[in-house]
């Protein structure tokens, strides 16, 4: 398998990569560093944010910029990142918990999970905000809430439990928030189950920490393909719009080169 990095420094926990509309710009975060990093995969120009705590995921807002969840909420970058704006909060920086995985459904809404700091069991929760009123509980009652995904087309989505090595799937309700009929969908050994990304098919794309590989898993469960990673903890992904290369996140490790490194992997 072909890889490039494309990421100019380690990442000691990264995460929460996404890529703009028609554009080859990503984006991704440093968790633990509180860095927000960008990239643009056909100039090469780069950058990174460091005015955020505990930054957990990136969401593409088109062409006007980009959300960012983190320990006190979601805010709002404009597209040349400079100018930000607060959009919600929802739970006192004080809590204990902190924004984890998360990911925005082709309607514009986001699906966001918070979890504790500590990884206290039962902290965790996802939850959904059509960015207009305050996020309304959907999930609760997990510990390291994951992999979430949406597939409108089947009015699924996807979520983990990371501490229960295990993926569930629900159906939505149609113009819905709600999640009805969760059952257990994939459980593995190989690895423990972090960020996911759908492709147009509705196969799920899962990165496996530990594991030095994503799991490309179909709508039945059944594992179709496995896609190594140059580095052991890959943490989350998404697809280029073609659908022909794979973007990675890493968190890093000992002993592990290109540990903390985001790479693009041909699928060709």
Known sequence: MQYEVISNSCATLGEGISIRPNKAEVSWVDIEDNKVFWKNLDS???????DFEFPSCTFSDGDAGMFISHLGGIDWVDKNYENRQACTTWFPKDSGLRCNDGKMDGRGNIWISTMSISHLS????????DRKSQPTLVVDNLTIPNSIAVDEVRDKIYFADSAKNTIYHGNLSSGSNSINSIQDFFFSRHGTPDGSTLDPFGN???TRWEASSVLKINSEGEVIADI?????????????????ELLVTSAITENDALSGHTVRIDLS
């Not at 090469?44 to 460091?50: A, K, P, R």
């Not at 902290?123 to 959904?128: E, K, L, P, V």
């Open 204 to 206: 799920l794309w899962n």
């Open 122 to 129: 039962n902290q965790g929760s996802i939850w959904f905000w």
């Open 228 to 244: 190594p990673t140059p580095f052991s903890r890959p943490t989350s992904c998404v697809l280029s719009h073609s659908n022909n």
């Open 44 to 50: 090469g120009e780069s950058g990174v944010l460091l």
